[in-house]
């Protein structure tokens, strides 16, 4: 059943029961990697979008919107805007992302004149890792 009829607006799901419909471990990866590397929280949001209606997670820290991911069986998309004062520093990892995500990256539209936004999505550890990279370029991880 698709995402967005079975947790309607009314029905905010919990994140185990967003854990059990993705049923990929790269999703508590995700979580994983944002405590870890950012020490971001998790906030839980309900957008209209025709495009990906329902509930989504998105991680923000330092005024850095990380990403906006959006649950699917098996894996999910992450929307990620990137500055376009950053376009030197993401066009410098383009060469060591997968083929999908690189043109994900390069055929992605402007952002409200802020930046380019582009979406992909993640259900294996190559992805995964391209996202890392990407982020990284967004906001450099807090010293341990």
């Not at 419909?21 to 957008?47: D, H, I, Q, R």
Request: proline content about 6%; aromatic content about 16%.
């Amino acid at each position: 059943m698709e995402w967005h009829i079975l947790f309607p607006q009314a029905h905010q799901p919990r994140y185990e029961e967003i854990d059990d419909y993705v049923n990929n471990p790269l999703w508590s990866g995700l979580f994983t990697f944002m405590e870890s590397a950012y020490k971001a929280k998790p906030k839980m949001t309900y957008s209209t979008c025709s495009g990906m209606p329902g509930w989504n997670v998105k991680f923000q820290k330092s005024g850095q919107a990380l990403g906006t991911f959006y649950p699917e069986v098996g894996g999910y998309s992450v929307f990620m805007v990137i500055a376009y004062k950053l376009t030197a520093e993401a066009e410098a990892v383009l060469p060591e992302l997968s083929p999908e995500i690189r043109d994900s990256y390069e055929n992605g539209g402007d952002f409200m004149k802020v930046g380019k936004y582009f979406m992909f999505r993640i259900e294996n550890e190559t992805q995964f890792n391209d996202y890392k990279k990407l982020c990284m370029v967004k906001l450099k991880p807090k010293e341990k």
